[in-house]
């Protein structure tokens, strides 16, 4: 059974690595002129990044912290490195609730100054942004619950990276030439990547990604548009920004 098994084992290893640094490499893209340039403008003649509040600082920090940490736990549990991979995995506990609370900050920064983005108004931009918040935390959360259940942890993991952090890498690459629709390529080819994998290696879907998906897409911009567009809505946002 084991020796069965070892093909999947080196498979999964290099595809859930791959996807993990392509995810990586995606926000690195994205977020480079507005972020992670600024300690090479002293050094190399660039175009001067925006000047970030210290609040979104700290909050890109943590964030660059969690997915270099997201792809090291990768590769730990594909080098067989269980041990490790387990003692570090509690540093999860810091980063998600972390994550969650700048994240919901950074948002309500933003929608103070007003920014819009694509959108037509702060008010539509707060919730289509502030839903990958409950997203990430939603399916990390699951997954850590479920870390006795290998399979079903890195796919959940897996999710709560593409699902809930990529979207703002994504939406600032240069998929963004190709408007909404290039964004949303990119991004579905990043959620279904896992799925199409494992009907390729195992000729089945696992019910982690079946239940996962539907939670992505029952949050998807169609459901944060319909909230968004409530007067209900645009109240409690204004009363937030006052």
């Given amino acids: 059974m084991q020796a069965a098994q070892q093909p999947h084992f080196q498979s999964d290893h290099r595809f859930f690595l791959t996807i993990a640094i392509l995810g990586a490499a995606t926000v690195f893209v994205g977020f480079f002129p507005v972020y992670f340039q600024k300690p090479l403008e002293p050094l190399v003649h660039l175009a001067p990044s925006p000047k970030l509040a210290t609040l979104l600082l700290i909050h890109g920090a943590v964030m660059t912290a969690y997915i270099f940490f997201y792809v090291l736990q990768t590769a730990l549990a594909g080098a067989g490195r269980k041990t490790l991979h387990m003692t570090l995995g509690w540093a999860s506990l810091a980063f998600i609730p972390a994550i969650a609370i700048l994240g919901t900050l950074a948002v309500i920064h933003g929608a103070k100054l007003g920014h819009k983005q694509v959108w037509p108004d702060l008010e539509t931009n707060a919730i289509i942004n ?6 990430f935390t939603i399916l990390a959360a699951a997954a850590i619950l479920l870390r006795a259940k290998p399979e079903a942890h890195k796919r959940l993991m897996l999710l709560s990276f593409v699902a809930g952090l990529l979207p ?26 896992g799925p199409v994998y494992d009907l390729i290696t195992r000729r089945r879907i696992h019910p982690a990604y079946l239940w996962g998906l539907l939670f992505v897409v029952g949050t998807m911009p169609p459901t944060r548009l319909a909230i968004g567009h409530t007067l209900a809505w645009h109240r409690f946002v204004d009363w937030v920004i006052r």
């Fill in 168 to 193: 703002a890498g994504i939406a600032r690459s240069p998929a963004i030439r190709f408007g909404s629709a290039g964004v949303g390529i990119v991004l579905f080819a990043f959620l279904l990547a």
């Fill in 130 to 135: 502030i839903f990958d918040v409950p997203v």
